[in-house]
């Protein structure tokens, strides 16, 4: 539905007019914007990915273990017990994962095989979630010996914006996208706990009918009596 939505506003430009209507559709003005190529509704902007995002670099993922997720080029793959961001998104830098996206909602870490993209305005995350989801980021790539996603190519992308549109949809949009990351997250901790469960139930450590403490007292741990 939020993916929809975005589409309709700002891409096929119908967000509602004053009556209530489609803009486009019903006859809204219209006009060529030369940096994106195509035409913008009249009195909107195009903003530039540094206005809306900080880059940066990942780093090595630490050897331990935890419950904060550590990213890769191409998703979650292992958890551990420190972060370099708070929030961003993650996108994958090198190899068949370069320009794949990825958003963490909460602290993580982001390896050196992935750029992070940190919005400036949390207020604004479905609108920048989907703004970057328009474009295949694995096209802003050099390199030479294989794939690679740069700073410089996500620098050249562009964005139309209204700040009066881009709140009345993030004011709908970001509640569903925190229900959707909330179940993504609740579906991750389950499955770290079945991977962590079944080999202690495959050797006997644990049975199917034994009190869940001692799962507890292994994870943090301790042997079971």
Not at 40 to 56: A, C, H, M, T, Y
Not at 93 to 118: E, F, M, Q
Not at 176 to 187: A, K, R, T
Not at 205 to 216: A, E, G, T
Request: a positive charge.
């Amino acid at each position: 539905m939020a993916k929809q939505l975005y589409d309709y506003w700002f891409v096929q430009f119908d967000f509602p007019n004053e009556e209530g209507k489609p803009y486009k559709s019903n006859g809204g003005e219209m006009v060529w914007n030369e940096v994106l190529k195509r035409e913008i509704p009249k009195d909107w902007e195009v903003l530039s990915f540094g206005d809306l995002f900080n880059i940066g670099n990942g780093k090595n993922i630490p050897n331990s273990s935890g419950t904060i997720p550590a990213y890769g080029g191409n998703g979650i793959i292992k958890y551990v017990d420190k972060s370099n961001y708070d929030s961003c998104f993650i996108v994958g830098r090198v190899g068949a994962n370069c320009g794949s996206l990825h958003y963490s909602p909460t602290k993580c870490w982001v390896s050196d095989n992935a750029i992070s993209v940190v919005p400036k305005n949390l207020n604004e995350i479905a609108y920048l979630l989907f703004s970057l989801k328009l474009y295949d980021l694995s096209k802003n790539k050099g390199g030479s010996s294989q794939p690679l996603v740069t700073h410089k190519g996500l620098e050249c992308l562009a964005f139309p914006y209204s700040v009066k549109f881009v709140s009345k949809f993030c004011n709908i949009a970001n509640k569903l996208l925190n229900l959707y990351f909330e179940n993504i997250n609740s579906l991750l901790s389950l499955t770290k706990q079945r991977n962590e469960l079944l080999p202690l139930l495959m050797n006997g450590q644990v049975s199917v009918n034994s009190d869940l403490s001692v799962y507890k007292k292994l994870r943090r741990g301790k042997s079971p009596p």
